[in-house]
Structure formats: structure tokens, C-alpha cells
């Protein structure tokens, strides 16, 4: 299989899952970086990410990933306000991933997916989405080897 991992990442946690998933099946990794950094400060932040969430706004990356060749893609955000990182739906939104397979993997805070899911399928139209590893934190190898085991990935 031809995979990617594709996350965003703002404190780590979901990028140390993704390199787990990365190192695991071999993929190669692409990091969604916004054009425009987030606010250092905690609530200017939620109220920056929170103002997007609700407008459904896909702001611009520095680069887009280039997921052609690509028939598996590990898709990994953190939970922000209840819904995946505006900048990975930019990524997802930008590329045809019809007949493609999805894996997503989330992370938060305690607070669970909440609607992750729903937004992660609103930007992959007519791709195959697979059951979502939910981790709090980063999570553990145990966690995502269960996960890829169960899903036949690794
Ligand atoms: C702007 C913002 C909003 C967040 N909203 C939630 C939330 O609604 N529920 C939750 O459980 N965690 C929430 N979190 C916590 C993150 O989902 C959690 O810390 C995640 O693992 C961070 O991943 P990262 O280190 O890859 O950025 C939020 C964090 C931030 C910064």
C-alpha cells in the first residue's frame, strides 16, 4: 500500500502520533503548516480557531501536500473546539481523495472527538473512511499498534 500521514499539529501530541503511525507502516509524513502562525497566546487562540470552526474556514498552508500516488491516508488532528484543525481541512479540501482510504486519528484533551468525525467527512467526499484511533495526549504505541492491527493497516 502507498500511505501518507498527513496531520496538524500545534503542541505535539498529534504529531508524536503520527510519527508512531508513520514509523509503523512505513509512510512518508506531511506536516500541514499554516501560512499564517496561530496566536501565542491561549485565548486569542481559542477565539482565533473557534471563529474558523464556526465560519468553516480552510486557511492557506504553506505548502499543499501532494497525496496523487497516494491510496491510504492516515489523516491526524487534534481536537480543536470539537471539530478537526481548520488547516487540515484545508489540506483534505484541496485534493481529490475519491476512491481513496482514509484512516483518521485524533487526539484531545479529555473531551473526546466530539464532531471530528463530521468534519473530517465533510472535506473527503467520496472517500472510504475508516473507524477514527481517538487518543488522549499523544497516546501510546499500544494504542496504535491496536488500532492498525484492527484495521488491517499494519
Ligand atoms: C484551541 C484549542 C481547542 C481545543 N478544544 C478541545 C476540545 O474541544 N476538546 C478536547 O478534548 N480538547 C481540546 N483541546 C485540547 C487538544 O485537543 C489536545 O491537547 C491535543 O492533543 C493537542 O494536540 P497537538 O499537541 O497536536 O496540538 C483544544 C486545544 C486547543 C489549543
Known amino acids: 500500500m502507498k500511505a501518507v500521514v498527513l496531520y496538524f499539529s500545534h503542541g505535539g501530541n498529534t504529531r508524536a502520533a503520527a510519527r508512531r503511525i508513520a514509523d509503523i507502516v512505513g509512510a512518508r509524513q506531511f506536516e500541514a503548516v499554516p501560512a ?18 464556526k465560519a468553516g474556514e480552510h486557511p492557506p498552508l504553506i505548502q499543499m501536500p501532494d497525496l496523487a500516488d497516494c491510496d491510504v491516508l492516515f489523516a491526524g488532528s487534534p481536537n480543536w473546539c470539537g471539530a478537526i484543525a481548520p488547516p487540515l481541512a484545508t489540506a483534505l479540501s484541496g485534493a481529490d481523495l475519491s476512491g481513496k482510504t482514509v484512516a483518521p486519528f485524533f487526539t484531545h484533551g479529555g473531551g473526546g472527538t466530539g464532531n471530528m468525525l463530521q468534519s473530517l467527512q465533510a472535506v473527503c467526499p467520496g472517500a472510504r473512511i475508516l473507524p477514527a484511533l481517538s487518543l488522549k495526549g499523544s497516546g501510546t504505541d499500544g494504542e496504535v499498534t491496536a488500532w492498525l492491527q484492527e484495521l488491517g493497516l499494519q
Open 36 to 53: 499564517q502562525a496561530y496566536p501565542a497566546d491561549y485565548k486569542q487562540l481559542v477565539a482565533r480557531v473557534l471563529a474558523q470552526v
